[in-house]
């Protein structure tokens, strides 16, 4: 599998560290659930068959993070893009 790393050019995916799903929220680890929502957030996760966001860290490379769109099923990288400018783009307004 092949990921096209904004920096670097089209790597070979052993480059990379897969972080998995780009759209888990980290629970707050002071509520007072906090053991059952790391559990969740851990194990109980989705495993989608389709287009999914993931996270792609370039261990063996730029040292980039990055948003990853992929096809599960076909492994075709739909879009990729730095994970800084995709946080900054979705942050509230202040």
């Known amino acids: 599998m092949l990921i096209l790393c904004p ?3 089209e790597r070979d995916s052993s480059e990379f ?6 759209n ?4 707050d680890p ?9 559990y969740e957030a851990v194990y109980l996760r989705d495993n ?10 370039h261990s063996f490379g730029c040292r980039s993070w ?11 990288m739909l879009a990729v893009q730095y994970a800084r400018s995709v946080s ?3 942050k509230p307004d202040a």
């Not at 560290?17 to 780009?22: E, F, L, S, V």
């Not at 888990?24 to 629970?27: A, E, G, I, K, T």
């Not at 989608?48 to 860290?57: R, S, T, V």
């Open 17 to 22: 560290a897969y972080y998995g799903d780009a």
């Open 7 to 9: 920096f670097c050019s």
């Open 24 to 27: 888990v929220v980290r629970p």
């Open 66 to 76: 990055l948003r990853v769109r992929r096809d599960t099923r076909t492994h075709e």
């Open 48 to 57: 989608p068959a389709g287009p999914h966001e993931e996270l792609w860290y």
């Open 88 to 90: 900054s783009e979705t």
């Open 30 to 38: 002071n509520s007072p659930d906090a053991p059952k929502r790391f």
